[in-house]
């Protein structure tokens, strides 16, 4: 059931359009004798290749993204236990780094499902919440940390920042859009183009055999179209391989 309903989760009105219009174009082929023994191989060149390139290079923007998530993630923890257990660190110093670490991660989910103007506003918090963990290691050191200790922390601060913008870089620069372009125009037409080819199967093989050729490259390339599609935004929160965000409620019980 678990299969079926990831399945249908890439099926929309789009794949039921095009297959809508393989079969009528098959079918009007079929009725006025318009048949053409086309080449098969030709999609595998023309469209497969392409969209197996661009869902590759969806599928590693999402695998990278969750590793600078993880990252992230890890760095903000080893802060929060450095202002815990580093010498001259007390209880005042881990409630502020627990509060700037939740803020962080509350304001990084908000940044990356948000779109236009508000992107903007969302990421001055963002480096605002950095900024405030910067002057937090300086009362660690006023507190008595040794200066290695907060070259140590400051250290962790950068590759968070490096880390929020490598997935800033996956969010702001796609698979290259004339790719995208090429595949989504191919991928909905070819199915219809076939439409004499589809009518020749009808007609040197069993009359039904035509539609069910037809439906079948119809769903089959409408379908890794929305693969690729849902890969693509791995923050949108369409597709059921998006990267989860939500992750601040998790760390309020951990640290």
């Known amino acids: 059931m678990k299969v079926l309903k990831s399945f249908w989760s890439v099926v929309d009105w789009q794949t039921y359009l095009v297959t809508f219009l393989a079969l009528t174009a098959t079918y009007i082929c079929n009725r006025f004798n318009i048949s053409a023994e086309l080449p098969s191989g030709l999609i595998g060149i ?49 409630v502020r780094a627990k509060v700037l670490f939740l803020s962080l991660l509350s304001n ?12 903007v506003a969302i990421r001055e918090k963002i480096y605002e919440v950095f900024r405030e963990i910067s002057m937090s290691h300086e009362k660690l050191r006023d507190g008595g940390l040794s200066p ?18 490598s997935m800033n870089n996956v969010k702001l620069y796609q698979t290259p859009k004339s790719l995208r372009a090429y595949s989504q125009i191919f991928l909905n037409l070819f199915p219809i183009l076939y439409a004499p080819y589809f009518a020749h199967i009808c007609q040197v093989s ?7 050729v037809a ?20 923050f949108d929160g369409e597709g059921e391989d998006d990267v989860e965000l939500s992750v601040q409620e998790d760390f309020e019980t951990l640290l």
């Open 46 to 94: 023309a469209i497969i290749f392409p969209i197996v390139f661009s869902i590759n290079a969806a599928y590693k923007r999402r695998e990278d993204v969750l590793k600078y998530f993880a990252s992230l993630k890890a760095h903000g923890v080893s802060l929060c236990f450095a202002h815990s257990h580093w010498r001259g660190a007390g209880m005042e110093d881990k």
């Open 108 to 119: 990084t989910r908000e940044y990356f499902i948000s779109q236009g103007s508000q992107c």
């Open 148 to 165: 290695t200790e907060v070259s140590r922390a400051n250290q962790y601060l950068r590759a968070m920042i490096i880390e929020f913008e």
């Open 206 to 212: 069993h009359v039904l055999s035509g539609y069910v």
């Open 215 to 234: 439906f079948i490259y119809s769903v089959v390339l409408v379908t890794l179209d929305n693969i690729q599609e849902d890969l693509e935004d791995p």
